[in-house]
Nanobody
Framework: QVQLVESGGGLVQPGGSLRLSCAAS????????MGWYRQAPGKERELVAT???????KYADSVRGRFTISEDNAENTVYLQMNSLKPEDTAVYYC?????????WGQGTQVTVSS
């Protein structure tokens, strides 16, 4: 089993920044993909960004150039630096880890962008 604990959400004004963190623990394998997804009220959960094996990244078009995903392999922690936040970025953000055919989810952290 793998446990994922997210932190860093909150309320921020448009144009502001936040950094989300997701710490993984348990049965950790080095070959993996970690990512962030988000779900706004009334909408389906969508991919925000992923990082595979600590270096190969992918971003949704809506966040590319504003968000940066990174990973500290020593700490088994993935980060999402979010800059130039917009009201449409408001959602619950979920951490995800895929390894050995299994997928794990964090509990989610709320990000609200509002003036």
């Amino acid at each position: 089993q793998v446990q994922l604990v997210e932190s860093g959400g909150g309320l921020v004004q448009p144009g502001g920044s936040l950094r989300l963190s997701c710490a993984a623990s348990g049965n950790i394998f080095s070959i993996n993909t970690m990512g962030w997804y988000r779900q706004a009220p009334g909408k389906e959960r969508e991919l925000v960004a992923t990082i595979t094996n600590g270096f190969s990244t992918k971003y949704a078009d809506s966040v590319r150039g504003r968000f940066t995903i990174s990973e500290d392999n020593a700490e088994n922690t993935v980060y999402l630096q979010m800059n130039s936040l917009k009201p449409e970025d408001t959602a619950v953000y979920y951490c995800n880890r895929a390894q050995s055919g299994q997928t794990y989810w964090g509990q989610g952290t709320q990000v609200t962008v509002s003036s």
